[in-house]
């Protein structure tokens, strides 16, 4: 009666057996990063918030200028030192609280002894007006306020690199392209190459003739009274 109810309390209980297996296991050698000269200043500098203008000349008013930030950015999309950084997915403004941001959290998170950053945009150079609480309608244009500088889709922010791998600098990059005022992705040049790739390959794949860029040529459905006039030029990719 004693051996059958251990048997029973063996039966529903696990029992974990711990086999030792001997393997052999090929590790991949390091990357070699010899041939990478990290700069002498190799944090980001500070930006100006306001740009500098002669003493005689009364800083300048502007239109908002949207068209700054629609479409795709034609110069600045590409890694120059080929390793990793931020690149805008949407278009956008900065202004001189969000570089601050960025300058301080990469500074502060980066490893000045193996890495190195570049910014890849300009000082806030647009101004941006606006008027005083409480005031009334007319009166002409409002005082400037601040300055930002416009983003478009695929714009290069900033440039990280150096001797090390995208583990260590993927945890911060992606941490300051989520609080950026605009949809922003950490990324390396492999992984760009890569999207690149197969971007390429989904569209010699796609069987469907009717493409947004085929019905747009072709003007089918007259479409061409109701669409935009950047939904001509770029086929409904930037909204």
Request: glycine letters at 8%; aromatic letters at 10%.
């Amino acid at each position: 009666m004693f051996s059958t109810r251990l048997l029973k309390q063996a039966s529903y209980s696990r029992v974990m057996i711990q086999i030792q297996v001997a393997g052999m296991k090929n590790f991949q050698p390091p990357p070699d990063y010899s041939h990478i000269q990290l700069p002498e200043r190799p944090k980001l500098q500070f930006k100006d918030k306001v740009p500098t203008y002669p003493s005689n000349l009364k800083p300048p008013k502007m239109s908002k200028r949207l068209t700054f930030m629609r479409g795709p950015e034609p110069i600045h999309t590409e890694f120059i030192h080929k390793q990793y950084g931020i690149v805008a997915l949407c278009g956008g403004r900065l202004h001189s609280g969000h570089i601050e941001m960025i300058r301080m959290t990469i500074n502060r998170k980066m490893d000045p002894s193996k890495m190195f950053a570049v910014w890849r945009i300009d000082s806030p150079w647009q101004p941006l007006t606006r008027k005083g609480q409480g005031k009334r309608m007319g009166g002409g244009k409002g005082a400037i306020d601040h300055y930002v500088v416009p983003i478009k889709a695929g714009r290069v922010i900033v440039e990280l690199g150096g001797k090390c791998e995208f583990e260590q600098a993927f945890t911060f990059l992606k941490e300051v392209a989520h609080i950026l005022p605009f949809k922003a992705k950490a990324t390396s040049y492999e992984l760009m190459e890569a999207e690149k790739i197969e971007q390429q390959r989904l569209k010699n794949a796609n069987i469907n003739p009717y493409t947004a860029e085929y019905v747009i040529r072709n003007n089918m459905g007259g479409c061409h009274t109701w669409i935009s006039p950047s939904d001509k030029k770029w086929y409904f990719k930037y909204v």
